[in-house]
């Protein structure tokens, strides 16, 4: 059961980790609205996850120690929060972006 319940807490930690990094390279970027909710979507997945993960770690399960059911937890967030940030990285720095003008010189809308 700990093991369902750390992959998904794992899985919000690096779909959080995604979004944050999207929006703070979109800032960079100056698209100002779209990072804004991605910032706001990833700050809310980690918030829930946080949520989740103190619910976790109050459940009773057995003689299990509470340091052994953190480690339980933890094991593999660090890992899957990295790889998310790179992945983001990767994905918002490759995003196709509309062309600033046609080759007829006319402009998009």
Do not use: H
């Amino acid at each position: 059961m700990l093991l369902a319940i750390r992959t998904g807490l794992g899985f919000l930690l690096a779909g959080s980790a995604f979004l944050v990094v999207r929006g703070f390279v979109g800032l960079l970027r100056r698209r100002w609205k779209v990072s804004v909710w991605r910032l706001l979507g990833g700050l809310v997945l980690f918030i829930v996850m946080v949520l989740l993960l103190v619910a976790a770690s109050s459940l009773r399960l057995g003689a299990m120690p509470a340091t052994e059911k953190a480690a339980v937890l933890a094991g593999n967030n660090s890992t899957l929060m990295n790889l998310s940030f790179l992945v983001g990285l990767v994905a918002e720095l490759r995003a196709r972006r509309p062309p600033l003008e046609y080759s007829d010189g006319t402009k998009p809308e």
